[in-house]
């Protein structure tokens, strides 16, 4: 697949899944305001219920006992007047409700008597009544405020007293949300000014009508969480995928060139020794078969390489333990690797100061791992080579470090340096050889040993690979 591809197919997903989750924020939102629609729809029945029977229940004998009390202190000694000549007028007298009568046109006088004397156990009483009428279980703060004090003359239940000209109402703090509510409604429905009003806050509300679309929500966040999980592990595995794609068809060309090699120069020696020059030297003979010999086990080492990687994979690799002494490995690794060195004037220097060098592990394995990482020094430095070996002990361990003046490797080649098959890039460098094998099988290796491996390298300033490899070998 393309670049261009992937990245259309992201584009698309990206815009597919913001698309998706812009209508679910939509539709979410549309439910929230319908549910407080229906929950205010909820409140102004019940509480406009409750005036309803807050003004049925007002009886006309407490009304005139409070208008007689008023009258002598002469605070409205003209509107009770035009009271009792309304209470003894036929029209009243003669009305078959007369009790309805009376009220109608009492608080038409004086609503403000009207609401003082509401009786605060029967508006409590009324409104857990009527909020369950309407199925609503929720905390609410309640009050009722007057004009005439400007402040609430009832709070939740209780009367509100009065010390000298303030009320102890203005020292609650819940009176400023109460009194700014949205639920409010006047008692009396009077062209002037209300006398006072009945005001309701809920400081749950919001948690309610959220509570309420909690199951639509989390289940939008799941199954959104899920399709982003799924888009983003479909995007990663095709990116991994085309990666492998390449490493494996460079793979295939380095194998391909690998081979290549021995099987000209062994086809050359063939052709030779046909040769009628050649076929009767027996010196000369003897020196191709060695040609042929060479090459041959040069492409059986490279096989072998690719089957052993094959059966890590499987987990079928065979570590035969035995006693090892790990400063041996190395000199002997130094030794055959200073020939190719020491020709490109290069050195190679020991630095063994590890008191204790004897580990448990396959001697194979072992001595491989020590001569790639010579190998690798060697190969990814471009000027002199200089290449130093140094052990020392650990904790239960030794660690060894393979230091060169190499060409280095970027952040991003460190983090995928022990991958099968990957190949540090190296420019307009192409004499550098190999499967890209080598690390992936030292880290393999390693690890199947209990160890660990771990690399420090810069751009232009070479690499160091450590390895630590455990005095005994623990069991599985």
């Known amino acids: 697949m393309s670049k261009q591809a992937i990245w259309a197919i992201i584009i698309l997903m990206t815009a597919s899944v913001i698309g998706v989750s ?114 609503i279980d929720l905390e609410y703060q309640y009050g009722v405020y007057s004009n005439k004090t400007k402040s609430f003359i009832i709070l939740n239940g209780n009367y509100v007293a009065e010390i000298g000209a303030v009320s102890q109402a203005s020292n609650i703090a819940d009176d400023v949300r109460l009194e700014k509510t949205d639920y409010s409604i006047p008692l009396f429905d009077q062209d002037k000014e209300e006398p006072g009003y009945l005001n309701l806050f809920f400081p749950t509300k919001s948690k309610f ?24 592990y479909t995007i990663y595995v095709i990116l991994r995928q085309k990666q492998i794609s390449i490493i494996k068809n460079d793979f295939i060309n380095n194998m391909t060139h690998e081979f ?12 030779s020794i046909l040769s009628p020059k050649i076929i009767h030297d027996e010196s000369k003979i003897r020196r191709f078969l060695g040609i042929i010999k060479e090459e041959n086990k040069r492409m059986l080492n490279q096989v072998e390489k690719v089957l052993q990687m094959a059966q890590i994979d499987k987990r079928e690799m065979d570590i ?22 020491e020709s490109r004037n290069g050195s190679i220097n020991l630095k063994l100061d590890a008191k204790n060098s004897i580990v448990e592990g396959d001697l194979t394995h072992v001595s491989n791992v020590v001569s790639n990482l010579i190998d690798n020094a060697e190969k990814y430095t471009t000027d002199i080579p200089h290449i130093s070996i140094l052990t020392k002990n650990l904790k239960d361990g030794i660690q060894f470090t393979v230091q060169d003046n190499g060409i280095g490797m970027t952040k991003e080649s460190v983090k995928h340096i022990f991958e099968k098959f990957y190949r540090i890039p190296t420019g307009n460098v192409h004499n550098i050889k190999g499967f890209g094998l080598g690390l992936s099988y030292v880290k393999a290796i390693v690890e199947a040993h209990g160890g660990k491996v771990s690399v420090q390298s810069e751009i232009g300033k070479g690499s160091n690979f450590s390895i630590f490899l455990p005095f005994k070998i623990k069991n599985d």
């Open 22 to 135: 812009l209508i679910q924020f939509f539709w979410i939102k549309e439910a929230h305001s319908l549910n407080a629609h229906n929950f205010d729809d909820r409140v102004y029945l019940a509480i406009n219920r409750v005036k309803e029977r807050l003004i049925e229940d007002v009886k006309t004998e407490d009304f005139f006992a409070e208008y007689q009390k008023q009258k002598k202190l002469n605070e409205r000694g003209n509107r009770i007047d035009l009271f009792e000549k309304i209470i003894k007028s036929p029209t009243v007298t003669n009305t078959p409700n007369y009790n309805y009568e009376i009220l109608s046109n009492l608080m038409l006088i004086d609503p403000i008597s009207f609401l003082e004397n509401i009786s605060n156990e029967n508006l409590d009483e009324y409104l857990k009544s009527e909020f369950r009428n309407q199925g």
């Open 320 to 341: 035969k333990r035995t006693t090892l002494d790990l400063h041996q490995i190395i000199h002997q690794a130094a030794d055959h690797a200073s020939l190719m060195i």
């Open 260 to 271: 290549k090699t021995p099987i000209a120069t062994i086809s050359l020696a063939t052709d």
């Open 209 to 232: 009508l959220w509570r309420n679309l909690l199951p639509i929500l989390l289940s939008s966040i799941l199954f959104t969480g899920l399709i982003l999980f799924c888009f983003s």
